[in-house]
C-alpha cells in the first residue's frame, strides 16, 4: 500500500532514495509495468490458489522488479515524438539573457551530449549558470495541433527559449533558489513561434546549485499529441487564469480580461507559479463548430493536477469525483483531495444539451492542488463528439479496467 | 557445500577489489628518473647563501643519505644544518610531464632550493618553531628551475630541535609524472599560510610578507600546525603571460578539508555556497569534493602578478588544501586534456 500511496508523492520527493532517480514520467511507465506485472501475479494466483502471504510476497517482489526494470514501458498518453533532440548540444558556461537570439554565434561554445550530465563531459566539479542551444528544422506542423516540448530532467532550474520566446520554465533561480530536480519538463510551445520547415533555435537557460547539472534524464523531444485526433475543436492554447477561489467565477458574463493568460496543457509552475498549492480558476470562451450543434458533445481536459469541478456557462458539468476510476483507485477517501491518483486520470465530461448553446459558450474550470505540480499539464484538450469519445476511451480502457480490477483485487 | 560456494565468492570478489584498487594506484604513481640516495655534502650552521647554486662545498662533510646525522658522527646535534647535493639530471623530453623530488622524511623542518630557488618548505622553523618530522616530503619542480641533461644542485636547509635530525629515511629521488593537466601556471609548492580570519586577506595588496610558508597541497597537520581547527587563509601570488580576455579559465585547487572560498584579484570567484552555509548545513562531504573553478579570463592580469586567496575552514581533523592537482589552464585546453584521458 505505502509504494502505491507514495507513487505521486514520490515522483516529486527528491529525499526519497528509493524513488530518487524517477521521474513522474518514469513512475507514470513504471505504473503501466506494475500494472502489468500484477495482472501476472492475480492470473497466475487465481490458477494455483496460494495463499495471501505469498501473494503479497509475490506482489512485493513484482513490484521491486517492475521499479528496477522500468523505463521501456508504454506511456500512458500518445505523445508521438516530431523531433528527438537529444544529441549534441552548443554549451556555454556563464549567464546572458542575450543567448537565447537566434542570431548570436554560438561557433566558439563547446559541444556536449543532451541529455547527460556536464560533470561527466569534462566540466567537473562546475555548479552555477550554464546554457545549451541547439538549432533545429521543424517541418509544417497541421492546423490546430499542439507541440510540446518534453525534457526529463533538468539539474535543477530552467527556462527554456523557442527563437528567443520564453516557453517555460521550472525551478527558482538564485538568489530566491529551488530546484526542481526530479520534475519532468512538458512544456507547451505555441505555434506562432516557430518557423515551419525552416530553422528554429532551442536554448536553454540551466542553474546548477550542487552536484551534477545540467540536461538530465532520459529525453529530449518535441512531441504532438496522437490523441488530438479525436477532437472536433481544439482547446489547447491561450486561456485566462486567476489563483484564489470564488463562486462567481464559474458566472458566463464574467468579465476576465484582466486575469492572467496561460498556456494549457502545461503545469502552472512551469508559468511563473512555482511552488502553488491551493485553488485557481482557468475560464476558456469557444463559439461550437457548426458540426457539432445539436449532437451529443463531450468536453476533454485531458489531466489534471489534483481536482476540478467543470462548469459550462455557469452550470456544473462535471468533477473529478464523478470520473470512471476516481474512488476504485485507492479506496475511497471521503477527502477528495485525498485521492492521490487522481491526478493522472483522463476528464472526460459529458456536456448536458440544455447547457451548450450554438455559438459562443464559456469554460470554467475550479483546479485544487494539494502539492508539488498542479493545472491542467497534459491533453488532449477540447470537444469530442460521442464517436470520437468512444474511441477515445476504448483506447485506454482495457488498461485502466484491468488497472483498477487489480488494485480492488489488492486491497479488497 | 552452499557455504563453500559463498566463501569462494567472497575470496573472488575480494581478489577483484585489490585489483581494481592497484590498478588505481597504479595510474596515478609516479616513475623514478633519479635515484638521490646516497653521499650528500653536508654541514651545520646556518647560512642562506648556501642555497646558492654556484657556492663551493668542496670542503663540506660527505653525509649518508637518507640516515639521521647523529649517526654520522654528529652525535647529539640539535639546530640548523645544510645539505647539498650535485648532480647531472637525465636529458629525457620533459614536454608533457611535471617533476617532483621526494625527500623522503625529514626530522624536523626543512627548506628546500633548487638551482638557488625555494621550491617548498615544511614545518616551521624558530621562532615558531613546529617539527613535522611524520609527513613524508614530495615537492614539484618547477621545469624553469630545472637544466635537463646538466648540471642541477639542490640545497636543504634543516632544523632538528632535539634527538635523531636531518633526512632521516625514505625514497630520496626524482620523479616523473606523465600526461599531467598542462597547467599555465601550476600552484604546487610554496604558498603563503596563516591561522586566523580576517576579510581584507582578499585583498590583493594585502601585505602578507610576514605569512608563513606552506606546501600545497598537503594537510597543515604535517605541516607545524598539529591539531589546528577553524578559518585559515592561503596566498599566491602568481604570473601568467598570454592573453585571457576573451577565455574561459579554469582554476583547479584539488581537495580541501572542510570548506573553502576563494578570492582572485580580490573578487569571489566559487564556490556557490559560502563557508557559512556549509557550516550551516553540516556538510560531512564537501572534504572528497574536487574544487574545480570556472572564471571569467577578464578577472586575470596577463604579464602581471595575480593574487589567489583561499579561506579555509576545517572542522576537525585535517586540514588544508591536502591534495591537488592545483593550477590554472584555459577551459579549452581542460577540455582537450579531459576529454583525451578518456
Known amino acids: ?94 549567464d546572458d539573457k542575450a543567448w537565447a537570439d537566434p542570431k548570436l554565434d554560438d561557433k566558439s561554445w563547446d559541444n556536449i551530449k543532451a541529455p547527460g550530465a556536464w560533470e561527466n563531459q569534462g566540466y567537473i566539479g562546475y555548479d552555477g549558470y550554464a546554457w545549451y542551444r541547439k538549432k533545429v528544422v521543424i517541418p509544417s506542423i497541421e492546423q490546430n495541433r499542439t507541440l510540446m516540448l518534453m525534457i526529463s530532467n533538468i539539474d535543477d532550474v530552467d527556462e527554456v527559449y523557442v527563437n528567443d520566446h520564453l516557453i517555460g520554465h521550472l525551478g527558482l533561480f538564485p538568489p530566491s533558489y529551488s530546484t526542481a530536480y526530479g520534475w519532468d519538463r512538458k512544456y507547451y510551445v505555441p505555434i506562432e513561434f516557430i518557423n515551419q520547415d525552416a530553422e528554429n533555435t532551442i536554448a536553454v537557460r540551466v542553474y546548477d ?93 485531458g489531466k489534471i493536477d489534483d481536482y476540478d469541478e467543470v462548469y459550462l456557462n455557469g452550470k456544473k458539468i462535471g468533477e473529478t469525483s464523478m470520473l470512471e476510476g476516481h474512488h476504485s483507485f485507492f479506496g475511497g477517501d471521503d477527502n477528495w483531495w485525498g485521492n492521490s491518483g487522481d491526478w493522472q486520470l483522463k476528464r472526460i ?64 | 557445500m552452499k557455504k563453500n560456494v559463498e566463501n569462494k565468492l567472497m575470496v573472488l570478489i575480494s581478489i577483484l577489489s585489490f585489483t581494481i584498487i592497484l590498478f588505481e594506484a597504479k595510474g596515478t604513481s609516479l616513475n623514478r628518473v633519479l635515484d ?64 617532483y623530488l621526494y625527500l623522503g622524511y625529514v626530522d624536523d623542518v626543512d627548506e628546500v632550493y633548487v638551482n638557488g630557488n625555494l621550491v617548498g618548505s615544511t614545518g616551521s622553523f624558530p621562532p615558531n618553531f613546529s617539527t613535522a618530522y611524520n609527513a613524508f616530503r614530495k615537492y614539484y619542480l618547477p621545469k624553469e628551475f630545472l637544466r635537463f641533461g646538466k648540471n642541477n644542485v639542490i640545497s636543504v636547509r634543516v632544523y632538528d630541535a632535539q634527538l635523531a635530525g636531518g633526512i ?81 579559465v579554469v582554476i583547479l585547487l584539488g581537495k580541501i578539508d572542510d570548506y573553502d572560498e576563494v578570492y582572485l584579484n580580490g573578487s569571489y570567484i566559487g564556490p556557490i555556497k559560502k563557508i557559512s552555509e556549509y557550516i550551516d548545513d553540516d556538510d560531512n562531504n564537501r572534504w572528497s569534493e574536487l574544487r574545480v573553478y570556472y572564471i571569467d579570463g577578464k578577472l586575470l592580469q596577463s604579464n602581471k602578478n595575480n593574487v589567489l586567496a583561499v579561506r579555509v575552514y576545517d572542522k576537525g581533523g ?25
Open chain 1, 1 to 94: 500500500m505505502s509504494i502505491i500511496n507514495n507513487y505521486k508523492s514520490g515522483c516529486y520527493n527528491f529525499h526519497d532514495n528509493f524513488l530518487q532517480s524517477f521521474t513522474s514520467h518514469d513512475c507514470i511507465e513504471t505504473f503501466e509495468y506494475i500494472k502489468r506485472s500484477i495482472i501476472a501475479v492475480y492470473l497466475k494466483n487465481k490458477l494455483i490458489s496460494i495463499g495471501m502471504k505469498t501473494k503479497i510476497l509475490g506482489i512485493t517482489v513484482l513490484i521491486m522488479l517492475a521499479v528496477t526494470f522500468s523505463g521501456n514501458n508504454v506511456s500512458a498518453s500518445d505523445y508521438k515524438t516530431l523531433i528527438n533532440l537529444a544529441g549534441y548540444w552548443k554549451f556555454n558556461l556563464g
Open chain 1, 209 to 301: 546549485g550542487g552536484g551534477e547539472g545540467g540536461i538530465v534524464g532520459d529525453k529530449i523531444k518535441l512531441c504532438l499529441d496522437a490523441d488530438e485526433d479525436f477532437l472536433a475543436l481544439n482547446l489547447a492554447g491561450d486561456w485566462k487564469f486567476k489563483i484564489f477561489d470564488k463562486k462567481s467565477w464559474k458566472e458566463p458574463d464574467l468579465d476576465d480580461s484582466n486575469w492572467a493568460t496561460l498556456e494549457v496543457p502545461m503545469h502552472w509552475e512551469s508559468q511563473g507559479y512555482f511552488n502553488l498549492d491551493g485553488y485557481a480558476w482557468y475560464r476558456k470562451s469557444f463559439v461550437l463548430p457548426k458540426e457539432l450543434e445539436n449532437k451529443k458533445v463531450f468536453l476533454v481536459l
Open chain 1, 349 to 412: 465530461y459529458e456536456i448536458p444539451k440544455n447547457i451548450i448553446k450554438n455559438g459562443n459558450n464559456v469554460i470554467a474550470v475550479r483546479v485544487y492542488d494539494s502539492g508539488q505540480a498542479g493545472g491542467i499539464y497534459e491533453g488532449p484538450i477540447g470537444l469530442m463528439d460521442e464517436e470520437s469519445v468512444n474511441e477515445f476511451q476504448k483506447k485506454y480502457h482495457m488498461n485502466e479496467n484491468i488497472f483498477q480490477t487489480i488494485f480492488d483485487f489488492i486491497f479488497e
Open chain 2, 36 to 99: 638521490l640516495k646516497g653521499k650528500w655534502k653536508f654541514s651545520i650552521g646556518d647560512n642562506i647563501n648556501w642555497s646558492k647554486e654556484n657556492f663551493k662545498d668542496a670542503d663540506w662533510e660527505s653525509i649518508s643519505v637518507p640516515s639521521p646525522w647523529e649517526d654520522q658522527g654528529f652525535y647529539g646535534y640539535d639546530g640548523y644544518a645544510w645539505y647539498r647535493k650535485s648532480f647531472t639530471l637525465p636529458a629525457i623530453n620533459n614536454d608533457n610531464k611535471e617533476l
Open chain 2, 168 to 248: 632521516v629515511s625514505g625514497e630520496v629521488g626524482i620523479y616523473v609524472e606523465s600526461n599531467p593537466i598542462p597547467f599555465e601556471y601550476n600552484f604546487q609548492g610554496s604558498w603563503k599560510f596563516k591561522t586566523g580570519d580576517n576579510m581584507d586577506y582578499k585583498e590583493p595588496l594585502f601585505n602578507d610578507n610576514n605569512w608563513h610558508l606552506i606546501n600545497v597541497p598537503k594537510a597543515w597537520e604535517d605541516q607545524g600546525y598539529n591539531d589546528y581547527d577553524g578559518y585559515a587563509w592561503y596566498r599566491k601570488k602568481f604570473f601568467v603571460s598570454g592573453q585571457y580576455a576573451n577565455e574561459k
Open chain 2, 318 to 342: 585535517f586540514g588544508g588544501i591536502y591534495e591537488g592537482p592545483v593550477g590554472i589552464l584555459k577551459l579549452k585546453e581542460f577540455l582537450n586534456y579531459w576529454r583525451s584521458k578518456k
